[in-house]
Nanobody, 127 residues
Framework: QVQLVESGGGLVQPGGSLRLSCVAS????????VGWFRQAPGKEREGVSC????????YYSDSVKGRFTISRDNSRKMVYLQMNNLKPEDPAVYYC????????????????????WGQGIQVTVSS
């Protein structure tokens, strides 16, 4: 069964950090890209970051640039999103997604380009 599973979400205070993990199962995750998206209640799904599996090229949205870092461990079929200095506007359900034909570039990130999605994980920022 082809799937992605996220972990590492939870509750953190403003200014705190969390690391989200995304593991692939049922497929190789040896090319294409993995992206992280988030969706807050009443808002559209937003592309946060992506990484190219082959060469590690990355993209970050302006809202997270300088605070979030995406990385990959190809041997473990995992992608991580390190989130630092979390702000009140960051809470959402975070999803990882992959697509074997998509190349992550600085031009942006579109949910419609990704065909395999995780179930999502909640991130809450509150004091």
């Amino acid at each position: 069964q082809v799937q992605l599973v996220e972990s590492g979400g939870g509750l953190v205070q403003p200014g705190g950090s969390l690391r989200l993990s995304c593991v692939a199962s049922g497929f190789a995750l040896d090319h294409g890209s993995v992206g992280w998206f988030r969706q807050a209640p009443g808002k559209e799904r937003e592309g946060v970051s992506c990484i190219s599996i082959s060469d590690g090229n990355t993209y970050y949205s302006d809202s997270v640039k300088g605070r979030f870092t995406i990385s990959r461990d190809n041997s473990r079929k995992m992608v991580y999103l390190q989130m630092n200095n979390l702000k009140p506007e960051d809470p959402a359900v975070y999803y990882c997604a992959s697509d074997m034909d998509y190349y992550c570039s600085e031009s942006g990130l579109s949910a419609g380009e990704f065909r395999t999605w995780g179930q999502g994980i909640q991130v809450t920022v509150s004091s």
